[in-house]
């Protein structure tokens, strides 16, 4: 908002977001990250921005590489992630923030950067969410002095264990709030190739790291063109390949688009069984066809593939942090961004207040594991900024934080609001479900047969008592034929809507 009130547009306010989070998110966002922005300039032609992290081009021998398994407990579910400057991939963040301000933006950095700097030196109110969150990473941000300085509790027992900073408590990082308004003064140049890629390539090398000074310099963001689908009366635009959500989330729709579901009636067994079966076989799917690479979405969309796989759905069933941020402006500029930190790698960059990704290490980004990634690669994500575009002039714009369950909360709100026609509170706060493999995981809310239908379907499931987290966090605005601006957050993520209606 405070870039909106100076005059900014949509890119402006989104910029000013995504600084905000790395203060007020950490776990969820930070300039060591990377993520993508999905940018629809009024009148323009839209483009996605991609700045996910990159492979280092060399990787050291395993023995000197720094990277360690620790289980993060949800209490109804665990996962387990690496960690480690060994499991830290360069970060893209920096670079795609700094393309749409070139490119997009009307306000001088410093202005956008305003609010995140002194936020950060100020402190923020850490809440309930944010507490909840930290106790669930307590084992990364607690081990090491650096990040136990900033993120543990001040009020902590000495001698004792240390606990995450307590809901009602702040989070106070001045040294990030010093880099924040160094970077905004100076340029991405500071980050790529002045002193803080001297220390983030300090760190790596004393640390056990891979990046290296050439990896951050020749780390260039992707401009490309989103991926562009029909679905019932809209045209949707979606991350493309090398991505692997958005592609994933377009090949459920066209699964979707051969059935009723307005028929069959919301959250009835019969919906709830095909919405299961349906995300079953997209995963399947990505398993047949491999990792996604661009120009493959013709393959994915228009052949045999799809044929298969719809033709499958009359048979039997065959057996970290992310956080996203939405605008639209009242001109009609909109952006929509995801980014993730995953995990964060559990060790502060000297002299920056940030923590690098641990892209590494995340199963559902690299799965081949932290000691065999591809050289010289864009990681295929699953994070998914999507847009919406009506047939009657509406837009909407959404995306979801949540690892491997991006793709299923995407699917479902957009299926939810255009196969139902439920209004975005109705279509974010409904119960979900994921499908992985042979195990299916479902929110509280679903009715007894809906949920009796699920657990028949699969060999494993998995009933949360609520709604959680877990199942991603669709943060939504839109704008209606008529102009008018509204917007919801997700309530698993401690969602926000500031303005419209």
Not at 15 to 29: Q, R
Not at 164 to 182: H, T
Not at 318 to 328: D, L, M, N, P, Q
Not at 332 to 340: C, Q
Request: with cysteine; glycine share 12%.
């Amino acid at each position: 908002m405070h870039a909106l009130a100076a005059g900014g547009n949509a890119f402006d306010a989104v910029l000013a977001a995504l600084m905000a989070a790395c203060v007020a998110e950490p776990v969820l966002a930070s300039p060591g990250g990377g993520g993508f922005i999905l940018a629809l300039p009024a009148g323009g032609e839209p483009r996605l921005y991609d700045a996910f992290v990159h492979t280092p081009r060399v990787r050291r021998p395993q023995a000197e590489a720094n990277a360690r398994e620790v289980i993060t407990d949800w209490g109804t579910a665990q996962q387990a992630f690496h960690i480690g400057v060994g499991c830290a991939a360069t970060p893209g963040l920096v670079a795609g923030m700094f393309a749409v301000h070139r490119e997009l933006a009307r306000l001088p950095m410093p202005v956008i950067a305003a609010p995140a700097v002194q936020a950060a030196r100020d402190g923020i109110a850490v809440s309930p969410f944010m507490a909840y969150l930290m106790t669930l990473v307590a084992p990364i941000y607690l081990e090491l002095p650096a990040a136990r300085a900033i993120f543990g509790d001040p009020a902590a027992v000495e001698g004792g264990a240390p606990t995450p900073v307590k809901a009602g408590g702040r989070l106070v990082n001045p040294v990030l709030g010093d880099m924040l308004e160094q970077l905004a003064r100076e340029g991405e140049d500071l980050f790529y190739r002045g002193d803080v890629a001297a220390a983030i390539v300090r760190q790596s090398r004393e640390a056990g790291g891979h990046i290296t000074a050439d990896d951050l310099a020749a780390y260039r963001v992707q401009a490309r063109a989103p991926l562009r689908l029909r679905y019932r009366d809209a045209t949707l635009l979606t991350n493309p390949p090398p991505a692997a959500g958005g592609l994933m989330i377009a090949f459920a729709l066209a699964l979707l688009s051969g059935h009723g579901l307005k028929d069959m009636g919301f959250q009835t067994a019969e919906h709830t069984a095909l919405l299961a079966r349906v995300q079953a076989e997209t995963v399947r799917a990505r398993a047949t066809a491999g990792p996604p690479r661009e120009g493959v979405e013709a393959t994915w969309l228009g052949g045999d593939l799809l044929a298969a796989h719809a033709a499958a759905l009359a048979g039997p069933l065959r057996s970290r942090g992310t956080t996203h941020v939405s605008v639209i402006d009242a001109a009609g500029n909109a952006a929509t961004a995801t980014v993730s930190n995953g995990e964060g790698c559990g060790e502060i960059v000297p002299g920056t207040g940030m923590m690098l990704n641990n892209m590494l290490g995340e199963d559902d980004v690299n799965p081949p594991g932290p000691h065999a990634w591809p050289l010289d690669q864009r990681l295929a994500s699953m994070m998914s900024p999507t847009a919406i575009i009506g047939d009657d002039g509406s837009l909407l714009v959404c995306g979801s934080g949540g690892s491997k369950r991006i793709r299923t909360a995407v699917l479902q709100v957009v299926s939810n609001v255009l196969d139902f026609g439920l209004p975005l509170p109705a279509a974010i706060a409904a119960p979900r479900i994921h499908v992985e493999d042979d195990h299916v995981s479902f929110e509280a809310g679903l009715s007894p047969a809906a949920a009796e239908t699920l657990a028949g379907l699969f060999a494993r499931t998995t009933a949360w008592p609520g709604l959680n987290m877990f199942f991603g966090g669709v943060h939504t605005v839109q704008r209606t034929k008529d102009g008018r601006l509204s917007g919801f957050g997700d309530p698993r993520r401690d969602g926000v809507c500031l303005g419209g209606e």
